[in-house]
Structure formats: C-alpha cells, structure tokens
C-alpha cells in the first residue's frame, strides 16, 4: 500500500515539474497537455480535484504553484500528526507494560505479606 501511494505522489511531482518546465505558471502562460507531455489519466484528475492543476478555456492548463504547495504542506503536517499518534501509542505500550508489571506482587513480597519465614 505504501508502495502505491508513493508511486502516485512522484508521478504528481513529476507532473507539476512538466508544467513548471514548460512555464505554464499562470492563466497567461496556461499551455495544452499535448504541449506539455500529459495524458488525461489519474494524476491529472487528482491534481485537478485540489486545483494544483487549473483549466482555463477548452483546452488550456496550468500550475497553481500556491494551491501545490498548500498541497504538500498539508501532506507533510498529516504525516507529522501521524508520526506522533504513533509514536504516543507506543510510549503508552511500553511504558504501561513496564508500570503493570511494577504493580504486580513479587514472590518474595507476597512471602513477607503472608508472613512465612524465608
């Protein structure tokens, strides 16, 4: 799975870097996808549904280079948030399986509660 989303995530990039090569920055500059190299496919529709990639006229798109990186900073923030469930949920494993096994008697304890000599 980890696979997948990271192939899907370099093919966005690399999509982006068409377009920004290719100097299709803004409305002005906007090119076709024949121009740029792009097929209609995934990627393109994906990058379109978070307005990365904006269509002006028929058939004419360019890079929303501030909507990208929001884009990517949100993926990075998600990731960070995501890390650090982890990372809680881990501590909280460790530390309250080492905090349980504290609280549990020992067997010379219970020896000393019931009062037999050692």
């Not at 906007?30 to 393109?44: D, F, K, P, Y």
């Not at 379109?48 to 501030?66: M, P, S, T």
């Not at 219970?110 to 037999?116: E, Q, S």
């Amino acid at each position: 799975m980890n696979h997948v989303i990271a192939v899907i995530l370099a093919k966005e990039r690399r999509m982006v870097s068409r377009f920004v090569t290719a100097g299709a920055t803004s409305r002005e500059q906007a090119r076709s996808l024949e121009q740029l190299g792009v097929s209609r496919g995934v990627i393109l529709r994906r990058l379109r549904e978070r307005a990365v990639i904006r269509q002006v006229g028929a058939d004419l798109y360019y890079v929303d280079q501030e909507s990208w990186t929001a884009v990517r900073r949100m993926r990075r923030r998600t990731a960070s948030v995501m890390v650090a469930i982890a990372l809680a949920i881990v501590f909280a494993i460790v530390f309250g399986a080492r905090r349980a096994r504290a609280q549990e008697p020992r067997p010379i304890d219970w020896i000393d509660a019931v009062g037999l000599p050692r």
